[in-house]
């Protein structure tokens, strides 16, 4: 039984071809390529595997060194880090960064020459559009600081410069609290917009704000996610002070009238979802469409004109919220004409 | 089936079992070298080592003792603190091995408060050596590079200047960790090596705002005991924070809010981010240090939900007054 079983296979091995070999021998050929490349891939960490966003865009070549001011040298290398790497140098503040279109992070220390104890570092954020730049200039402004010129957003603090500039947003933080250092900082912003100059942001929305009584520092660009709702974004809002009252006003323009009145209308289902579909009647007929939602005590006032959504978010005091509206909508509208 | 011709040769047993040989010798090395390649953590790089935890620290015996003193020289309020709660040998005693688990989770400098201020760890090396201490450690696993960290915090020169000893985070300091009842912190990579042979563990950190989490006080900091790719907790930060106070159960706590970040954490950056709240608040209880503690950053306990996840978890309780806190 087994002799004739041997007997069999040795038919078959009889069948072997030199054309049977050479296939043989290209498919353990292609076997050993695929082996080699499984080897030399296994060390090199594909971020695709863990979800992480990887940058689709060009980074910019960005150099630091040379625009120290004068008096002051390197103190460390520069460091630069992307989408993956920025918690590594920022931690739980990365994420501001992350939703406004950041691209990538490149930091230096300077020291001076003659006082060891005096040095800053200079944090340079690529956020790939002047918009996101300025939005997380904005989300960050410091209340009670100095105004600076040298571009168009930028004030110092008593230790720290900070502007933006085109797609840049740049910090410059020293360790010690000393005005000359400030000086020094700002010299060296001047000297990054001269190597760098950036087409300015474009943000005509800030022409609907009301100047009067308008708390310039407050003027944010929130990019997403605005007052919790995922749909709506590119808002710009403003604290005004009236009557005693602190009220947050926002715009947002959208791409036509009607986006404009849908985003409306969804945002007013949002509100349901908390209060409900029962709506205040305005005290004021002048806004035709006017949305008065009470929200456990605030006030969520908005209207639609034009392509333009506009409102006042979380008002303490009705009355005062509804005033603000009106000045809104007729700062609007003259800007329609 | 068609044959090609020349390949016709019979083949005779000798020849058979040469053929087989080679094989089976070939079969064999396709399996070797298979084993070679297989993997067998798979991509998350599963450690086979057997996992630690974090030993109990925690003084029941000593009772459960807050302190809430005012003042703006972090010397003098840590003094009086240990002193309201019946003096640091009331903890630390002689012979004991501490570790002072720091935050100096950026290279930034002392006036920014991002980092544990180095006068107040400088003091607190002492006041535990004093108290006969054999060994003070003082350790973190910082974001950024941690020699740099250690520098220009000034937490370096301050442990130096009391005789502590500093340990920098090395590759073999990590041993793998799950939390006991956590769902999150499971096989993950924690700051082991300064740990092992110490009797005591005291936590030192500031009061922050963080982006967040919405602070950063006492039990965020053994987030710096955490190593790998941390970042991700931030996306359920507050349970992390929670499954935090699970793993550590501290001696003491030491609350730092002398000065406060209030925007822009936790890396602040200007001077107008921080406010003087002139506090130090020092606990055996860390849940109840940043159910006050949220009170610099004008926040409640509602307003931080990892402070009541961890009261839940039985870490502590958000009801700080029932410590019956000496408040001076």
Redesign the interface.
């Known amino acids: 039984m087994i002799a004739k079983s041997?007997s069999s296979?040795?038919q078959t091995?009889?069948?072997?071809?030199?054309?049977e070999s050479v296939i043989s021998i290209s498919i353990l050929s292609l076997l050993i390529i695929v082996?080699v490349m499984?080897?030399y891939q296994?060390f090199r960490y594909d971020e695709k595997?863990?979800n992480i966003p990887v940058m689709q865009y060009g980074i910019r070549a960005i150099e630091i060194a040379g625009l120290e001011p004068e008096g002051f040298e390197p103190m460390?290398d520069r460091e630069s880090f992307d989408q993956a790497t920025l918690?590594?140098?920022?931690?739980?503040?990365?994420?501001?960064y992350l939703e406004a279109g950041f691209i990538q992070l490149i930091t230096g220390r300077f020291i001076s020459r003659s006082d060891p104890a005096n040095w800053f570092?200079f944090y340079l954020y690529d956020m790939e559009l002047p918009r996101n730049a300025f939005s997380v200039y904005s989300m960050?402004k410091?209340?009670?600081?100095t105004d600076q010129d040298f571009t168009e957003f930028a004030y110092s603090?008593?230790?720290?410069v900070?502007f933006a500039n085109g797609n840049y947003y740049v910090?410059i933080?020293?360790?010690?609290?000393d005005a000359s250092i400030v000086r020094d900082m700002i010299s060296m912003s001047k000297n990054f917009i001269a190597r760098y100059p950036e087409t300015p942001a474009e943000l005509p929305e800030l022409a609907y704000l009301p100047s009067e009584n308008l708390n310039i520092e407050t003027i944010s660009l929130i990019l997403k996610n605005g007052f919790g709702y995922k749909d709506f974004n590119n808002i710009f809002t403003g604290t005004y002070t009236l009557d005693g009252h602190k009220i947050l006003a926002f715009v947002s323009l959208r791409e036509s009238a009607e986006q404009a009145e849908s985003l409306a209308a969804s945002y007013d289902n949002f509100i349901s979802e908390f209060v409900g579909p029962e709506r205040l009647k305005p005290d004021t007929d002048k806004i035709p469409g006017l949305t008065v939602a009470d929200i456990f005590g605030e006030y969520e006032i908005f209207f639609v004109k034009g392509d333009v959504i506009a409102g006042i978010h979380s008002a303490q005091d009705r009355n005062a919220g509804e005033q603000m509206a009106l000045k809104l909508y007729k700062k609007i509208s003259e800007l329609e004409k | 089936?068609n044959?090609?011709k020349?390949?016709?040769?019979?083949?005779d047993?000798r020849g058979?079992i040469k053929?087989m040989t080679k094989a089976g010798m070939s079969i064999a090395g396709a399996c070797a070298?298979g084993y070679f390649?297989h993997?067998p953590t798979g991509?998350t790089g599963i450690s086979e080592q057997p996992l630690v935890s974090v030993p109990d620290f925690s003084m029941p015996q000593a009772g459960k003792k807050m302190a809430i003193i005012r003042g703006s020289s972090r010397t003098e309020t840590l003094t009086k603190a240990f002193e309201a709660i019946g003096g640091i040998e009331s903890f630390i005693k002689k012979g004991d091995r501490v570790l002072l688990k720091v935050n100096a989770?950026?290279?930034?400098?002392p006036?920014?408060s991002a980092t544990t201020h180095p006068e107040l760890i400088a003091r607190c090396v002492e006041l535990c050596y004093r108290a006969g201490a054999e060994e003070v450690r003082v350790t973190d696993n910082p974001?950024?590079d941690p020699a740099?960290c250690f520098r220009?915090t000034g937490i370096e020169s301050a442990v130096k200047s009391e005789g502590g000893k500093l340990l920098f985070p090395k590759n073999d300091f990590f041993s793998r960790t799950s939390v006991q009842g956590g769902t999150l912190i499971r096989n993950w990579p924690l700051l082991f090596k300064p740990l092992e042979g110490i009797t005591k563990l005291i936590g030192i950190s500031p009061i922050k705002d963080?982006?967040?989490?919405g602070a950063?006080m006492a039990m965020k900091n053994w987030y710096g005991l955490l190593g790998g790719?941390r970042?991700i907790f931030?996306q359920d930060?507050h349970n992390t924070i929670k499954e935090l106070s699970m793993m550590v159960r501290p001696t003491l706590v030491i609350l730092d809010g002398t000065t406060t970040m209030m925007?822009?954490?936790?890396?602040g950056?200007?001077?107008?981010?921080l406010r003087n709240t002139d506090t130090m608040i020092v606990s055996t209880d860390q849940v109840a240090a940043d159910a006050f503690g949220c009170s610099m950053l004008n926040k409640t306990v509602k307003d931080l939900p990892f402070i009541s996840k961890a009261a839940e978890a039985g870490s502590g309780t958000t009801d700080y007054e029932s410590l019956k806190p000496v408040i001076i």
């Open positions: 041997v296979l040795m091995i009889r069948r072997f071809t030199s054309l082996g499984i080897f296994q595997i863990f460390s918690s590594d140098k920022i931690d739980g503040k990365a994420d501001l570092e960050q410091r209340e009670n600081v603090t008593e230790n720290a900070f910090e933080i020293a360790a010690l609290e | 089936m044959t090609v020349g390949n016709e040769d019979k083949i047993r058979f053929r070298l390649f993997d991509p989770a950026f290279a930034s400098p006036i920014l974001i950024n740099t220009l963080h982006q967040r989490s950063s790719q970042n931030h930060i925007t822009n954490g936790p890396t950056g200007a001077l107008s981010d």
